[in-house]
């Protein structure tokens, strides 16, 4: 297990970097978000989930959403690492006119993305019926669903979590990337949504809780979000707004924004530092 996690916190260190690099080579865009939510996407990608890049489409495959489709560039940097596609294609498209990565994550154009997302508090409603489809045709596939905790002030969300528990979708598993910041400021000031873990029991659901930047902590709750017993569940993933990047850090500031040459050489610093000390 001490081999996988390091493997695992190396390649989520190469990922954070390129998005940092990708997005300001875009210029600007959502950082905090982005850099937030690389731990979770690594270990689903690279050891948790059954995909395959050659084959983006295998009805075997097991489903991502990115509920908090502004984060779109972490995704795509973390399926060009897996092999979907190369970096230099990423490089060259990312939030270009018709291209295939746009700042939120678009089916129509790019295969390898399960869902079109951005208008937030839509994800969970759209992942729940896929579940059900599944299970309606005896599939083993698993769905994984990614959300903010800002997008949690859409009531949206909540109608589908009745659903999930009605229909008993063990077959999802949803992660809220908990980095307590939105567009607007902190979560709490904003809309407080405490106590989040006992308010995802009430509406059905078995609820675990790690530490969204320790590779070991998100694995460890995935396997135990994955025993099935007739109940939706949900990971609560603590993490940092900016992780990896010290300006950029538990600010809403950095909810989207363009970073100058002085500030893109610090954080470049500062994340190549992270990946040399793997």
């Known amino acids: 297990m001490v081999n996988i996690e390091g493997r695992l916190r190396k390649i989520a260190d190469e990922i954070r970097l390129e998005t940092f690099k990708v997005i300001t080579e875009a210029g600007g865009g959502h950082f905090g978000g982005s850099l937030s939510i690389v731990e979770i996407l690594t270990v689903l990608y690279f050891l948790k989930m059954k995909v395959d890049p050659s084959r983006p489409g295998d009805e075997s495959r097991d489903m991502f959403v990115l509920s908090k489709g502004h984060g779109g560039p972490a995704l795509y940097t973390t399926l060009a690492k897996r092999g979907f596609f190369s970096y230099n294609e990423l490089y060259d498209g990312l939030d270009k006119p018709l291209s295939r990565f746009p700042k939120h994550v678009d089916r129509n154009m790019l ?59 063990d077959n999802i598993i949803a992660i809220v990337d908990r980095n307590n910041s939105q567009i607007d400021g902190p979560v709490e000031e904003v809309m407080p949504t405490d106590p989040l873990d006992k308010k995802w029991e009430a509406f059905g659901w078995e609820v675990f809780k790690a530490d969204g930047h320790s590779i070991g902590s998100i694995i460890a709750a995935i396997d135990s979000a994955k025993i099935k017993n007739s109940q939706p569940k949900i990971i609560i993933a603590n993490t940092v707004k900016g992780f990896g990047v010290s300006f950029m850090e538990n600010s809403s500031e950095w909810h989207s924004g363009k970073v100058d040459e002085e500030q893109y050489k610090l954080g470049l610093k500062e994340l190549q530092r992270r990946l040399n000390t793997c």
């Open 111 to 169: 295969e390898s993305i399960e869902l079109s997302t951005g208008p937030l508090g839509q994800g969970l409603s759209m992942a729940c019926g896929i579940a059900i489809s599944l299970k309606q045709q005896k599939k083993v596939n698993m769905v994984y669903v990614v959300l903010s905790d800002g997008e949690l002030d859409s009531g949206q969300v909540w109608e589908a979590a009745m659903s999930a528990a009605k229909y008993k979708l």
